[in-house]
């Protein structure tokens, strides 16, 4: 048993969509359970479709949605000769919503919305894999993941979705060498649709690598591997054969893009390997990730954009000690904000975070009754591990550095351009 997750990037075209029906016809014979992402930049169309239709504007939301609407037709068309009945049934419930009037937050909104990315992608790969004779049964993951209400970042019921795998998935493959279902998604116990944050397809994939005790898990992207820095901002980035899980979740804690940051523990608590692979060239080896360190790894570089920082003062001057903090921490978890990078001192705190201005500003003036607030936007963080000075200083020059922090293997700095 393999689980393999393709991403948007792998299906964005109907060449791209062939070249994927051709790495799986390689594996012909094995048991897969395929998780794909929604196709190219439908994602960021549908969180469109969600701010327009939260805004009030129904008709520009129609609109936009009717787009996405006619370009996925078209992709079946190409693909299969003809439309996909079973289209109508996502495209129905979304357009149900949008006729409605916003009553609940916004995330849930967006997750009623978004989640039909995925749904409309994989329906478009199974029909056109049994058109061309690789027989699959689909799937419709909210059936199976059971996760709470914390729409847009929800968290998964192991007990319930294990029992779904095992009473559903399972018995399937006694029927079919391959099954095709979503990652990012999920169900309330209402049936309401939740997503598990942004790129969490391979933390979908992971689940069901482990509820599956599956072989081995595979990320099909389009680099030859894990690369030490993004490629597309690096020139000189470089292929990295081999992690730990260990410096994965490190890389992935601090930002950096190739992994969802909850990936790896469902797949180190069973040992399971997670290859990287270019779905642009399989012959390529790729990274694995697994329980064995490696050493002399180059500096692996994050850069995260677009980051707030805000500054605490105590109001009379008093030291912010630990119930200061722990307010500060507290207020974040209930406004759903992760911070980047803490520091403190005897009278003030800094917390360096994604500059999502609706929750930045309810953070600033909730934490304004407790401290005085500064805020600092347009900056961004720097994260390396095991940096050297040189590294260091050529990522930083000409930037003016606004907070530093390091550790033996990692340095983050906080730049103003």
Same mark, same amino acid.
């Given at each position: 048993?393999?689980?393999?997750?393709?991403?948007?990037?792998?299906?964005?075209?109907?060449?791209?969509?062939?070249?994927?029906?051709?790495?799986?016809?390689?594996?012909?014979?094995?048991?897969?359970?395929?998780?794909?992402?929604?196709?190219?930049?439908?994602?960021?169309?549908?969180?469109?479709?969600?701010?327009?239709?939260?805004?009030?504007?129904?008709?520009?939301?129609?609109?936009?949605?009717?787009?996405?609407?006619?370009?996925?037709?078209?992709?079946?068309?190409?693909?299969?000769?003809?439309?996909?009945?079973?289209?109508?049934?996502?495209?129905?419930?979304?357009?149900?919503?949008?006729?409605?009037?916003?009553?609940?937050?916004?995330?849930?909104?967006?997750?009623?919305?978004?989640?039909?990315?995925?749904?409309?992608?994989?329906?478009?790969?199974?029909?056109?894999?049994?058109?061309?004779?690789?027989?699959?049964?689909?799937?419709?993951?909210?059936?199976?993941?059971?996760?709470?209400?914390?729409?847009?970042?929800?968290?998964?019921?192991?007990?319930?979705?294990?029992?779904?795998?095992?009473?559903?998935?399972?018995?399937?493959?006694?029927?079919?060498?391959?099954?095709?279902?979503?990652?990012?998604?999920?169900?309330?116990?209402?049936?309401?649709?939740?997503?598990?944050?942004?790129?969490?397809?391979?933390?979908?994939?992971?689940?069901?690598?482990?509820?599956?005790?599956?072989?081995?898990?595979?990320?099909?992207?389009?680099?030859?591997?894990?690369?030490?820095?993004?490629?597309?901002?690096?020139?000189?980035?470089?292929?990295?054969?081999?992690?730990?899980?260990?410096?994965?979740?490190?890389?992935?804690?601090?930002?950096?893009?190739?992994?969802?940051?909850?990936?790896?523990?469902?797949?180190?608590?069973?040992? =399971?390997?997670?290859?990287?692979?270019?779905? @642009?060239? #399989?012959?390529?080896? /790729?990274?694995? $990730? %697994?329980?064995?360190? &490696?050493?002399?790894?180059?500096?692996?570089?994050?850069?995260?954009?677009?980051?707030?920082?805000?500054?605490?003062?105590?109001?009379?001057?008093?030291? =912010?000690?630990?119930?200061?903090?722990?307010? @500060?921490? #507290?207020?974040?978890? /209930?406004?759903? $904000? %992760?911070?980047?990078? &803490?520091?403190?001192?005897?009278?003030?705190?800094?917390?360096?975070?994604?500059?999502?201005?609706?929750?930045?500003?309810?953070?600033?003036?909730?934490?304004?009754?407790?401290?005085?607030?500064?805020?600092?936007?347009?900056?961004?963080?720097?994260?390396?591990?095991?940096?050297?000075?040189?590294?260091?200083?050529?990522?930083?020059?000409?930037?003016?550095?606004?907070?530093?922090?390091?550790?033996?293997?990692?340095?983050?700095?906080?730049?103003?351009?």
């Amino acid at each position: 048993m393999k689980v393999f997750k393709f991403g948007g990037a792998s299906i964005n075209s109907t060449e791209r969509i062939e070249n994927v029906s051709k790495i799986i016809r390689s594996y012909q014979g094995e048991k897969l359970l395929i998780i794909i992402s929604a196709m190219g930049k439908v994602t960021n169309a549908l969180e469109r479709v969600a701010e327009e239709f939260y805004k009030g504007q129904k008709e520009q939301a129609l609109a936009l949605f009717h787009e996405l609407k006619m370009e996925h037709n078209t992709v079946a068309k190409q693909l299969t000769g003809h439309t996909i009945d079973q289209f109508t049934d996502i495209f129905t419930e979304v357009e149900w919503l949008l006729h409605d009037k916003p009553v609940r937050d916004y995330d849930y909104y967006y997750d009623q919305i978004v989640c039909c990315g995925e749904l409309l992608s994989t329906i478009a790969v199974s029909h056109y894999f049994n058109h061309i004779g690789i027989k699959n049964k689909w799937m419709d993951v909210r059936d199976i993941v059971r996760t709470d209400d914390n729409f847009r970042d929800a968290n998964i019921d192991w007990n319930f979705t294990q029992a779904k795998i095992n009473k559903e998935v399972l018995p399937a493959f006694s029927d079919t060498d391959i099954i095709i279902t979503q990652g990012f998604i999920g169900s309330t116990d209402e049936n309401e649709s939740t997503t598990l944050g942004r790129e969490g397809s391979d933390y979908s994939a992971a689940i069901f690598a482990n509820m599956l005790n599956a072989g081995s898990q595979t990320i099909w992207k389009d680099v030859e591997g894990v690369m030490n820095a993004d490629p597309k901002k690096f020139n000189d980035a470089v292929y990295i054969d081999s992690l730990s899980y260990t410096e994965v979740i490190e890389m992935a804690y601090y930002g950096a893009q190739v992994i969802h940051p909850k990936t790896i523990k469902p797949l180190q608590n069973k040992g =399971i390997p997670l290859h990287v692979k270019c779905f @642009l060239n #399989a012959a390529l080896k /790729g990274t694995v $990730i %697994s329980s064995q360190p &490696v050493h002399n790894l180059p500096p692996i570089i994050v850069v995260k954009q677009n980051q707030a920082l805000l500054q605490l003062s105590s109001k009379d001057f008093s030291f =912010i000690g630990e119930t200061g903090v722990g307010n @500060l921490y #507290a207020l974040m978890a /209930g406004f759903k $904000i %992760s911070p980047n990078l &803490v520091q403190s001192g005897a009278i003030t705190v800094m917390c360096c975070l994604d500059d999502k201005s609706d929750k930045v500003e309810k953070l600033a003036l909730a934490a304004g009754d407790l401290f005085d607030v500064q805020v600092e936007r347009n900056l961004t963080l720097l994260t390396v591990r095991h940096y050297n000075d040189a590294i260091v200083e050529k990522l930083t020059a000409a930037k003016q550095q606004v907070l530093s922090q390091k550790t033996p293997d990692t340095i983050q700095i906080l730049l103003k351009e």
